[in-house]
């Protein structure tokens, strides 16, 4: 009657999702200011002033027809020339609006991405820790995800990378800063994987696409910024989406990212416009192209994201936690002390804080934390940790 993988999908929840109905349903019970829920990635600081200002603008001064109507599929022109120059100014290149494909958000970049590129029997390898949906997608595009392990400190495992690459890979796909680790990988080691991958295409005598998945580029809290990867490796495709960086998760708004020097640029935005098509993205939503058009300068704040990170960073390892750098994003890999992630977060549970066991990430001995919550319950938290430690020192 329907399909047996669809309706898989669509009775096993994600376990992030969950956690974050476990916590929901906990916060009735003993008030939310008595649950530490650190399981889901969603925003906690409100959109730079200048996404309200715009909103206000347009529904106070323009017609409707001039931000509800439709967009050609590839988006808006004028909001497309906005971020190319964004990316021109920031990174030194020479996009324009034939560089830059709307979509709604960096999920759907991502399938669409895989919808554009993925033949009969290709092979798209992702690096360990990785988003779980990843899998979802590559496979519901008809493709094979190969997962290569990191190294010990989280970063790209070359080696290991090389060893899975065959002449059925098709594309590599990375995330930096990443999630769940927050780690950003240097460019060292970037530059040592658009070497190998440069080696290999010659080798099988077809492209290999590097697929960057970008949602968090802007939320950095050291000195080390993420490289741009299509300054690297020319066969880089882009998924960006300003969920995290304008703290506007729920309005799915993103974009692809096709450069020039991409091998057959004209064939490739072509196929991303033919993937949108029949995944039924008419266009990116249209309000929201508007508001990018306006606000692509804006800079997000994450002082209160910095603060949480500091607080945590410097503590757990004191304690004895092993914890992997979190130079971006708003999250916190944390190594169980039974290597059993699964075991750490129920342990967890008893003390009312929720975390996501790191198995679905391809590392069941961690855990998850996303810091984006107020200040006061990541100060709540570490006493939880260190009551937890002391337990496993008994």
Not at 232 to 248: E, F, G, M, P, R
Not at 269 to 293: D, E, H, T
Not at 349 to 373: A, D, T
């Amino acid at each position: 009657m329907v399909s047996k993988e669809m309706l898989d999908l669509g009775t096993k929840r994600s376990v992030i999702r969950d956690i974050f109905e476990y916590g929901s349903k906990l916060a009735k019970e003993i008030g939310a200011e008595n649950v530490l829920d650190f399981s889901l990635g969603n925003p906690s600081t409100p959109a730079p002033r200048e996404v309200a200002n715009t909103i206000r603008y347009m529904v106070e001064e323009l017609s409707p027809r001039e931000y509800n109507s439709y967009t050609s599929s590839s988006g808006d022109t004028e909001t497309r020339l906005a971020v190319a120059k964004n990316l021109n100014k920031r990174f030194s290149t020479d996009y324009n609006e034939q560089n830059i494909f709307m979509t709604c958000g960096a999920a759907a970049s991502l399938n669409i991405i895989f919808k554009a590129i993925i033949e009969s029997g290709d092979e798209i390898i992702v690096n360990i820790p990785y988003f779980p949906e990843y899998k979802v997608f590559i496979e519901g595009q008809g493709g094979k995800p190969v997962f290569a392990k990191c190294s010990e400190n989280l970063y790209l495992d070359i080696a290991e990378i090389e060893s899975k690459i065959n002449e059925n890979t098709k594309a590599v796909l990375i995330n930096s800063p990443n999630n769940p680790s927050g780690v950003i990988y240097p460019k060292e080691n970037l530059e040592a994987l658009a070497a190998l991958l440069k080696e290999k295409q010659k080798e099988y005598s077809h492209p290999i696409f590097l697929i960057s998945d970008e949602p968090y580029r802007e939320l950095v809290f050291t000195n080390e910024k993420p490289e741009f990867l299509p300054n690297i490796y020319d066969n880089t495709l882009v998924a960006y989406s300003w969920s995290k960086s304008l703290s506007l998760p729920g309005e799915r708004i993103g974009y692809i990212l096709v450069p020039n020097k991409v091998k057959d640029h004209g064939d490739v935005f072509a196929a991303v416009g033919g993937a949108a098509r029949v995944l039924g993205y008419v266009c990116a939503p249209s309000m929201f192209q508007y508001v990018i058009k306006n606000c692509v300068d804006a800079q997000p704040n994450i002082e209160v994201y910095r603060t949480n990170r500091n607080i945590l960073f410097e503590s757990l390892p004191n304690m004895g936690y092993t914890v992997a750098n979190p130079g971006g994003a708003f999250y916190l890999f944390i190594k169980s002390p039974s290597d059993d992630g699964n075991e750490f977060c129920e342990r967890a549970k008893k003390y009312h804080m929720l975390l996501v066991p790191g198995e679905g990430f391809g590392m069941k001995e961690y855990v998850r934390l996303s810091f984006c919550v107020d200040t006061e319950k990541i100060e709540k938290s570490i006493d939880v940790f260190k009551k937890l430690m002391d337990e496993y020192k008994l």
